[in-house]
């Protein structure tokens, strides 16, 4: 019963997280009006696409870290492309809001991008797709 509890409470926070995401991210979708054409823009361009990214980022953090705190908990290890997204997910929430603290919105991007991508679960499991990519490839 207490491993059922366990993992509704992360399942509860996962969904509260992703329909947090989606009710800000409503906020960007003002953007595509401005855009007609969809010509690609640049995030760091817009000073507002900026703002509305850090108020996003920002008020993930509690939640987020409440979640890594949890799964840290129970000994989660991310094993395939959706744990392992949404680990990355957290893991960049946790590195910009940390780098915010003495950076730019734009830098605090480019700082948490880095350290992401640099941490060895991702960086395992990066190299485990370009090897399957490639090995399909020569399959085929």
Not at 53 to 80: C, W, Y
Not at 83 to 108: C, G, H, M, Q
Not at 109 to 132: C, D, V, Y
């Amino acid at each position: 019963m207490t491993t059922n509890l366990k993992t509704l409470d992360v399942n509860a926070i996962i969904k509260r997280i992703i329909l947090f995401v989606v009710y800000k991210s409503n906020k960007i979708s003002k953007l595509d009006n401005g855009n007609p054409t969809r010509k690609p823009v640049g995030i760091t361009l817009d000073d507002e696409v900026l703002s509305l990214v850090d108020e996003i980022i920002t008020s993930m953090a509690a939640t987020s870290r409440q979640l890594m705190n949890r799964l840290t908990h129970l000994g989660f290890i991310p094993k395939g492309q959706i744990p392992t997204l949404i680990f990355a997910a957290f893991l960049f929430v946790y590195n910009y809001n940390e780098a915010r603290k003495d950076s730019t919105i734009s830098e605090s991007l480019e700082i948490s991008k880095a350290i992401t991508f640099g941490n060895p679960i991702l960086q395992r499991f990066f190299a485990e797709m370009s090897a399957q990519t490639v090995n399909e490839a020569i399959v085929k």
